[in-house]
Structure formats: structure tokens, C-alpha cells
């Protein structure tokens, strides 16, 4: 340090390459020194030289070996000094320390990229030392669950796994690091992130080990698998969901309560509820397992006020509600949800495509909160599956209800249902009324139209056949009607009669033809009977006619003779003597003419009531009260009328005459057999409906003993001819009473 001289061992050449005879040349050894470690080197030696007292001065440096290259050199040595603390001597030692020093720089590099890789990477990765208890995280397990990495010790960690995963992953651990064998830990959980929501994480882990074979060290990363989970979750519990829904037996209930469970697995930080509504908007059913109050509540019908979800299905949106306690849709629910600690809510309404609401989502909170975009996509994904799933419910349903509809109809019908398949040529028809209306036993008996055509009457035929094929050639007729002969199994026929409606295609081409087929045979054979009572009924009235003109012939007769031709026989008898007595001539001549006065007025009286009234002329009430007065002037008896004028209107020709006739016929009874000094006629109108009364005071009879005569005989054949009905009221002694309805 005095002289400046330097004196280098012989070592020196092993490290730096120098020989023996280059030693000398190194007068200042900091021109060996690299440009870029100089100056500190030269300055942390100046201060080691200036200070007091013995002093170490320690330095790493790299200096130039002899080959040109640099080597990186630990320089230690030992200032001596005077006694007035002037340096004397340095006595020191460099060490090649290059290998050392690459490989911490080498180092180092790694750890540079290790820390930028950290931060770019997805994952979470960490580093624990075991013996230590010490762990470090990258970035990544910022970005990835909120926490700052220095804070997540190990003891946080096992606090913040799900409860229902806690003991599974702990054994775990414990299991991979007891076992020496183990250098390799794989491990899926649910980890709670720092807003309160968990997410589902894949664990790997390399274990370092010692001699002994005793965990020292665990390098892993921690992977978010959260969407992948979910989505896995959704797809399963699609398929389950849709596989539920296919089984006949499985009703909306044991649907919803699938769901539920599934959603509260992947959510289990939500309480959830779901209604199913009915038509008037009450709940059919409602799951709500974390908050059975909230099931028994809801009872009756949902209005607006009704919590989140009563104002999301009347709104038909997406309700949140951020303060359930101060809320005013929740003031009726406050009692209920107050134990469960709720602090928010998020309500989602399931529309058809029709607009109608089915059903409502709703999730609770213990936190105040809005629902994360996951929870969003889970539960309108599932208000999806449910919207599907309630459509197929109900068309199975009304499939269901339509099929039980039509067995009833079947069974409660004897008519035979038919459907044709106009491309196949196949026809199906239902058993029973197959055997009621064809009486076939097998169906396949007649599979085609050609075969069924095979069994139709000879005579029929012609006119069948024309009459599906008019209907299947025709772009415009769709329907037809017919009737037909079939005949059965023990070959009798029995008569059908047929209708259906024919299905085109878009192009008016024919498809299908359905119909019915029904058994007329009965309806014939009524209508055959009915004709033959018709005719038989006919021929009594005619019957009755001749009878009845018979009658009034032989009445005509007797009146012609005992009246009218005894007294023109008496007129005779006044004309002669007339001619032969002078005298007598005028009284005869005034006697006659008195004479022919009667008969003429009995002649006049006799047409009357022979001849058609001019009802024409007169009209209805006109034509009877001239009966009537023609009666009471007799003075044997007395005859009332009252009658609706609107009748004179309403009735026709036919009906004018007809009603006189009947009129007339029970006058003559009243006088003629009653014995009666009173006669009442009433005629009325009700709606569509004419009703005569004529009522007498005289001796009545009973009219289940006494048998009908003639004038009785002819009101009813009478009444008939106006589609009419009657009734006969009478008591012997106390008068009696027709009462005559017919439709106008």
C-alpha cells in the first residue's frame, strides 16, 4: 500500500490463466477490472483505504482473464495499518465465483419469468413452504378470487372451501403429503371468493421432498373451472330434466323440485323459490325448501304488491329488489323472511310465447347484491328448460285429455269412427263401432277401400262408389253425406248412413278422410212403421170423410124431405085448391108464399152450413161471429167469442177454414147433445202457438166411458190435418170443455 508493488501467487494462473511471467506486468490491477464494475470497485476500495483502523474490504467484480474473457471473482482482504492508521499492507484472496454466479443469474432469469408468467396466467399459482408454513401467490390469485395474495395464509384457505367439500379436499392433502410415494396432487373443490360467491377450482401440486422422504416444499396452481362446472351442471341436469319430463307418470312438481335441487347445488350461496302459476295467476305449486313459510303463504291469487316476483309476473320482467327489509313490495313478508336474514332478491317471470306467464324464479341473498351474470345465465337457462318442458307437459296432457275424450265418445257413441289414409290406402276404424254399426268382428276383414266397397249393397254400389270419387277428384268439396246398405257378418244388411270430411294438402292434392258411420237400420225400420201408421191413419180419415158426407147426405135428405118437401108438397096442395076455389084464391096465394118463405130460409140455413164460408171475403172472425149470431137468434142457446185480433193475420187459408170447421162441429155438439144454454169460444196466441177453447154448462159426460160419435170424430181428424193437439175436460153434471193447440 506504501510502495505499490503487488505481489500475486502462483494460484492466480489457475484462475485468471496468466503464467508465471505475466505476473510481473500487473503493475494496477483495476485495468483488469470490467469497465462496467470499475468505478464501484475502485470506490468501494478508496473507501475501505480512508477509513480508521484495521478493515475487511470484500468485493465481487469480474476481471479479466488472460483468454480475453471475464471472470466473475470474490476479492476479500485485510487493510494493515500504522500505528497512526496509515494502510501498510492489504493482504487479501480472490475466488473464481463465476459458476456461482451464473447460476444465480441463471436464477434470477427464472424467477423473472416464473413472476411474469404468474401474472399473466389465468391460474393461480403458489408456492408453500411446508416446513415454514410459509405461502406465496402469484397474480393470478388477485384476478382470479379478489384476495390479495399476501394475506391468503394456508389456515384462510381451508376456512374459505365449501362446507360440503371441506373434509373431502383436508384428507386429501393430508393423504398426498403422508405418503412419500405421492409427488403428484390433483384435486377438484368449491372455493369462496372474496364477494361472498364460490367458484369451482382444479388444485395441482407437485411435492418436493427430502432424503427422508418428508414433504418440504408444494409448487401447484389453482385453475378456476367455475364455467366449465356449470356447464357441465346444465348439461346433466338437462338431460335429467328432459328425461323426467318424457316419463308419462311425472308430473310439474316432481319436475320443479329437480330443479330446484340441482340450482341450489350450483348456487348454494342463493335461497331459491319457484311458483307455477295457474291460469288465474294463484300458484299450482310452489317450491320453496329454504323458506317453507314462504310455501304455505301463497295460497290464493299473486297480485303486484306481492313481493319481487308478484311485481315480475304482472310486469312480466325481471324484478331486483337491493333492500328487502325497507322494500314496500315485501311489507306482508317481512315476518316470514326477517329469520332467514335476507338482505336482497332477484325475481325472473317465465312467459309462454304467447306472453302468458307460467312461472316465476326467484333467488334470495344474505348479502346485499344484484345477481351475478352466472347466476343470470343459470336461472334464464333454466326458465328456458322450463318453458320447454311446460309446453310438452301440457300438449302430452291435452293429447292425454283428447285421447280419454275420444275413448269416452267411442264408448258413449255407437257410431263408427273412420280414418283413411288416401296415400296408403288404409283405413283404420275403432273396434266397437266396427261390431255396432258394420257388425264385423276383425278390421281386417275390410283394410282397404277396395275390400269395404266389397261389402256395400249391389243396388248401392254404383252410387257410393260415385260419391267418394266426386268428393276425392273435387279441389272445392271437402265434405259428403250418404247413405248405404252393409252388409254384416251373418250376412244381413243393415243401413248406414256415412259423412266425412276429406284433409288436402297445400296443393289441393287429397290425404286423409275422416268420418263417421252410423246405424240407420232402426231409424228405417221407425220411419218405414211411422209411414205405414201414416197411411193407415190416412185411410181412417178418409174414411171418416165418406162417413161424415154420408152423413150430411142422409141429413140432407131427411131435412129435403120431412121439411122442405112436406111443405112444398102442402104449397101444391094451396095452389090447386087455389085454382078450383075462387073464394079461397087469396088466402091460399098468401098461405103459399109463407110457405115458400120457409123453405127458402131452410134452404139458406142447410147451405150455410154446407158450404164453405166466403172466410175469403169476410175473414176468420167475421165468418164465426155470423155463426154465433145465427145460433143466438134461434134462442135455444146463447154463444160468447172472444178472440185475439192478431189471429185474422197469422193464420192461413187453410187454417182459417180448418179452425171454422172445428168451430162450427163443436157448436152442433153443444146444441145438438150438451143441452146447453151457454157456449163460451175463446181463441188466443202465444208465441208460435194457437189454442181454441169452447166451453158449454151442459150435462157433460165422462170421456173415458162414453165412446167418440161422429161430430167428436171429425174435430180430431180435423186437428190433425193443422198438426195439432187436444184435450177434452169434462165432469157429468157440470158441463164440458175442448181445449185445441196448433203451431202457426
Known sequence: ???????????????????????????????????EDKAATIASYQLALSQTGNKTWQQEYRNLKKDGTYAYVSDRALIIR????????????????????????????????????????????????????????????????????????????????????????????FNALRDPAVSFRKEEYRLQKIDKTYSHVLERGYIIRNEAGKPTRMIGSIQNISEQKLNEALLAMERTLFELSANPDAGIKEVVDVMIRELDDIHPEASIAFIVLKDDLSPEYCAAPAIPEL?????????????????????????????????????????????????????????????KVIGCFTLFFKVTRIPTPREKFTVEKLSNIFRIIWENYWSLHEIKTAKERFDLMLKATHDLIWDWDLETNQTYRDPEGLKNVYGLLDAARIPNIHKWLEFVHPDDLQKVSETLKNVVDSKKQN?????????????????????????????????????????????????????????????????????????????ISKELHDNVNQVLTTTKLYLEL???????????????????????????????????????????????????????????????????????????????????????????????????????????????????????????????????????????????????????????????????????
Open 1 to 35: 500500500a506504501i510502495t505499490g508493488e503487488t505481489y500475486i501467487s502462483l494460484a492466480f494462473t489457475d484462475i485468471m490463466g496468466w503464467n508465471a511471467s505475466d505476473l510481473h506486468k500487473i503493475v494496477e490491477w483495476h485495468q483488469y477490472i470490467h469497465p
Open 82 to 173: 500504522d500505528d497512526f492508521g496509515k494502510p501498510l499492507k492489504v493482504v487479501g484472496a480472490i475466488k473464481d465465483i463465476t459458476e456461482r454466479k451464473l447460476a444465480e443469474e441463471e436464477l434470477r432469469k427464472s424467477n423473472e419469468k416464473f413472476l411474469y408468467a404468474s401474472k399473466s396466467a389465468s391460474d393461480a399459482i403458489y408456492d408453500w413452504d411446508i416446513v415454514k408454513d410459509e405461502l406465496w401467490w402469484g397474480e393470478g390469485f388477485r384476478n382470479l378470487f379478489g384476495y390479495q395474495p399476501e394475506e391468503f395464509t394456508i389456515s384462510l384457505w381451508e376456512k374459505l372451501i365449501h362446507p360440503k367439500d371441506k373434509t373431502k379436499t383436508g384428507q386429501s392433502l
Open 295 to 355: 310455501e304455505k303463504h301463497l295460497k290464493g291469487k299473486i297480485y303486484p304488491q306481492d313481493g319481487s316476483f308478484g311485481a315480475a309476473i304482472h310486469q312480466k320482467k325481471s324484478i331486483a329488489v337491493h333492500l328487502v327489509e325497507e322494500d314496500e313490495l315485501f311489507v306482508q313478508y317481512k315476518e316470514i323472511l326477517q329469520p332467514f336474514g335476507f338482505k336482497s332478491c332477484w325475481s325472473l317471470p317465465i312467459l309462454r310465447n304467447t306472453g
Open 479 to 555: 265434405h259428403f253425406e250418404i247413405e248405404y246398405r252393409f252388409r254384416k257378418e251373418d250376412g244381413s244388411y243393415s243401413y248406414v248412413f256415412d259423412r266425412g270430411t276429406i284433409i288436402r294438402g297445400a296443393n289441393g292434392k287429397p290425404l286423409r278422410m275422416i268420418g263417421a258411420a252410423q246405424d240407420i237400420s232402426e231409424r228405417k225400420r221407425l220411419e218405414k212403421e211411422l209411414l205405414n201408421h201414416e197411411l193407415e191413419h190416412q185411410k181412417a180419415i178418409n174414411k171418416a170423410t165418406i162417413e161424415t158426407q154420408e152423413l150430411e147426405r142422409r141429413e
Open 578 to 744: 087455389a085454382l078450383d076455389n075462387s073464394e079461397l084464391k087469396d088466402e091460399l096465394i098468401s098461405k103459399s108464399t109463407k110457405n115458400i118463405i120457409s123453405v127458402i130460409n131452410e134452404i139458406r140455413g142447410l147451405s150455410r152450413s154446407l158450404m164453405d164460408p166466403s172466410i175469403g171475403d169476410l175473414g176468420l172472425l167475421a165468418s164465426i161471429h155470423d155463426l154465433v149470431e145465427s145460433i143466438n137468434l134461434t134462442g135455444k142457446i146463447f154463444v160468447t167469442l172472444e178472440a185475439d185480433e192478431k189471429i185474422e193475420l197469422l193464420f192461413d187459408s187453410g187454417q182459417h177454414l180448418t179452425v171454422f170447421r172445428i168451430t162450427q162441429e163443436a157448436l152442433n155438439n153443444a146444441i145438438i147433445h150438451a143441452q146447453a144454454s151457454k157456449v163460451k169460444v175463446v181463441f188466443t196466441v202465444s208465441g208460435q202457438t194457437a189454442m181454441v177453447s169452447i166451453e158449454d154448462d151442459g150435462i157433460g159426460f165422462d170421456p173415458e166411458k162414453v165412446k167418440p160419435g161422429m161430430g167428436l170424430k171429425n174435430i180430431q181428424n180435423r186437428i190433425y190435418l193443422i198438426n195439432g193437439k187436444h184435450k177434452i175436460e169434462s165432469i157429468p153434471g157440470k158441463g164440458s170443455k175442448i181445449l185445441i193447440e196448433f203451431p202457426i
